[in-house]
């Protein structure tokens, strides 16, 4: 399957990070809400999945840091 915005639809997207949720929750904490911010931009068709996973793991580096 193609994840680029241009290549899926909405609905397509709001699937593909709805799955990987599940998936991520099932052995995992819940995301933060950061985090739910930026994959609802990749649904909306404002950011790149690829730049999404950027900064979700950007995010979660700086808490580590801590």
Same mark, same amino acid.
């Given at each position: 399957?193609?994840?680029?915005?241009?290549?899926?639809?909405?609905?397509?997207?709001?699937?593909?990070? +709805?799955?990987?949720?599940?998936?991520?929750?099932?052995?995992?904490?819940?995301?933060?809400?950061?985090?739910?911010?930026?994959?609802?931009? +990749?649904?909306?068709?404002?950011?790149?999945?690829?730049?999404?996973?950027?900064?979700?793991?950007?995010?979660?580096?700086?808490?580590?840091?801590?």
């Amino acid at each position: 399957m193609e994840y680029l915005i241009s290549k899926t639809t909405k609905e397509e997207r709001e699937k593909l990070v +709805y799955k990987a949720l599940g998936i991520s929750m099932s052995g995992a904490i819940a995301p933060s809400k950061d985090a739910l911010k930026l994959m609802n931009k +990749y649904i909306e068709g404002k950011m790149e999945l690829e730049e999404v996973q950027k900064q979700i793991l950007s995010l979660y580096k700086k808490k580590e840091d801590r």
